[in-house]
């Protein structure tokens, strides 16, 4: 049985049994700060368990994409390459909110395993926990489960935290059969051996209490069964897979990676590096759909992290290619279900690209530290410094060991382990069991500002985390409305503003926000006139012109994502943008900056598609036929099954919920402002359009005037004068330049003080009266040159500028000027830095000059000391 098959068998099983079948949610949650990603099946689904949202069934099914760098429980990432762990993978789910409960789930765990995918029955065992005598009596009578054969564990308890929700839970265990690798043939689940031949693969988990501060457990009112079904182990114990990478999903990837490798693959360990490729191949491809992109922080750490682990891998095996050459397996496995992996392939396989390029030469830099750690201790490396090197550098302490060996030297993997269990700790303290938001459930607001900008409404409630009973005059606060004209910010469009008004008062709504988590707006109203409460009968009106103004930036981005494509190519994808009434900016992955020639082409067929008029249509369909039509989507954007699709004319078609012109000739005219790099990878265009557009003509051609009245020349000779102002500038600056080298020196160094700092030769002396920065940088030169015979530090502090330059054996012993610098210019108040043999600051204060002094004899001595 493939593996699509058993994916399909599982959620056609629910959908015939009443199920409603879930698109998988983005990787990213967007409902839920506390996590980087979405790291199981129930964490989209907390608004509707916890009744902050309306769930569109009771009866829930889905197959929802996962990812976890570093696990609830353990590090996933350094756990990739035995059978059980993945750091992506997909996780099948059935949930039922306030309908079936234990003998419902358990009666269809059991039917899926033994009837639909035919497993035998006497290689599953059940699990419990110890008290749950329901779970235990439905197994043996209902099931048939002889109970020696239900193991009773302890950890299969369930809790959102120390309080809220909670209850048993019910694993299920896949028997590969004996022996097991603990050494025993007669183990079970209950003995926690943790060897290999017992698999969960199902856990069932029963939410029925609500723990109380005080201990006590009350029974929730609505129950709920949250199920959880490995897709990657299920597939691998249908299959008979038991390293779990011989799969119909997996084999192909790692089949290539096998066939990029240079070395031949007998080894075990090697055999694991082609595991650890193939698992991340798949997660950093998924994280770069996802919009994430290799940073050192967040989710992009954890990227970048994944990517280096799997260089490493790579030089293991001698990989040719890199992990980026496995970019089209990972698309023809997995692109026909998940069809952002063929959307965005260029991009994933760009990105991988680029970082294991930079990676590279990191790994280049990390040897070399290896190599200074070892020329100061040649026996050992430390515990701590070997772990530096694995975070800072992504250097796997079994390459540090390694290479350590090759140099007659150990590591102390015991140092080590201790800093890794430390930073486990503040993973996981992160990184807890998904849980639960303890705020009331906000009342929902339709939105009618598609159709009208004004409507009569009535205020819900006051408030977001505690109902607020009146506001008065002066008073702002979160106000919701049933029904509401005002767009909340999303999709990178800010949030209208407007007035309520109602008898006897009015307010004026600064501001729009979507709450996460719920269907409800949050407008933040300011009491202009009389009193609002709960329940009050208000008439709502947005901001026609601003709301124009924004509508007019956002109908631009649209036209402007066309363009970018016909011009650059369909492999850029939109990273983001910001839509406001009085600019736009909008982000995009390229990988170098745009020529002046191509920015002039783009902002060309934007306003091309101005100028033709086209209608704006809108249709509701969903995603899948959105997606077919060949509807935009932004990369890192949640969207439900059914969206929304804009349309002008069938030149530009996206994806987006946001408020448009009716005609792209409402426009008026659109211009490029400026395009520039915020990232690696990372493009931003920023664009006005309509009356930005015209006030910004305005303003440039007004100083374009001005400057050819100054220059005494017409508009269109302005840049030919410039450039030949700018030549006739440079022409000058180097003539006096020349002039002062040629004339006798006017800074004297005779008052220079030469002594000897820790075998060092530093000469130092402070310039006093009108002094520029140049004379100071001069009288460097000539101290160290002339007094110094090129060998020492020469350190000249001017009232406003100092200058340290480092020469001779005291380059060689690790001086650094530029850290001088830094000091010293610390130490009055002022910064600087610069490079191992020149630095260059500001001075802050000139009477601190002699710390400043003070401070760079003791960088000195302690560089010369570590030397030493």
Known sequence: MLSSEIRERFLRFFEERGHYRLPSFPLVPHDDPSLLFVVAGMVPLKPWITGQRTPPSRDLASCQKCFRGAGLKYDDMASVGDPTHHTFFEMLGNWSIGHYFKEGAIDYAWEFSTEVLGLDPNRLWPSIYPDDTESERLWIEKIGVPRERISRLTENWWAAGPTGPSGYDSELYFDWGGPCSCGRTDCTPQDECGGDRFEEYWNLVFMEFDQQPDGSRLPLPNPTVDTGLGFDRIVAIVQGDRTGYGTDHFAPLVDGFRGRAAKAISDPGLTRSLYVLADHLRGAGFLVSAGVLPSNEGRGYVLRRLIRRAAVHGRRVALRGGLAAGTDDLVGVMGAVYPELIEFSGLIRETLEIEEEAFARTLDAATERLAALLSSNPAMIDGADAFRLYDTF???????????????????????????????????????????????????????????????????????DRQVEVLGRGEAGPVLLDVSPFYAEAGGQVGDTGTLSWPGGNGLVRDTQPVAGSDARAHDVLIQEGELRPGQPVHAHVDEIRRGRIARHHSSTHLLNRALREVLGEGVVQRGSFVGPDHTTFDFSF?????????????????????????????????????????????????????????????????????????????????????????????????VAGESAEERWRRVGSALQTTARALKTRPEEVPERVIALQEQVRKLTKEAGQARHAAPPTVPIDAAVVEDVAGVAFAHVLLEGDVDAESVSQAGDRLLADRLHGDGVAAVLGPATLVIKVGGRALDAGVHAGALVTGAAAATGGKGGGRPDLGRGKVGDPAKREAAVSAVRQTITETMGHAA
């Open 394 to 464: 992504g250097l796997p302490i079994e390459l540090t060991v390694e290479m350590a060996a090759e140099r007659g030297a150990t590591v102390d993997l015991q140092g080590f382990e201790t800093a890794m269990q430390q930073q486990r700790e503040r993973g996981q303290a992160s990184a807890r069991r998904v849980g639960f938001a303890g705020a009331d459930a906000l009342p929902s607001t339709r939105f009618v500002g598609y159709d009208v900008l004004e409507t009569d409404a009535t205020v819900l409630r006051i408030g977001l």
């Open 591 to 687: 990988s170098r900056p745009l020529t002046p020639e191509e920015l002039s082409e783009i902002e060309h067929r934007v306003n091309d598609g101005i100028r033709r008029n086209l209608e704006r249509t809108v249709a509701l369909m969903p995603l899948a036929d959105a997606r077919a039509s060949g509807a935009i989507a932004l990369i890192d954007e949640a969207y439900s099954p059914d969206v929304r699709v804009v349309d002008f004319g069938g030149w530009s078609r996206e994806l987006c919920g946001g408020t448009h012109v009716g005609r792209s000739g409402d426009v008026g005219a659109a211009i490029i402002v400026s395009e520039s790099s915020i990232g690696q990878g990372i493009r931003r265009i920023e664009l």
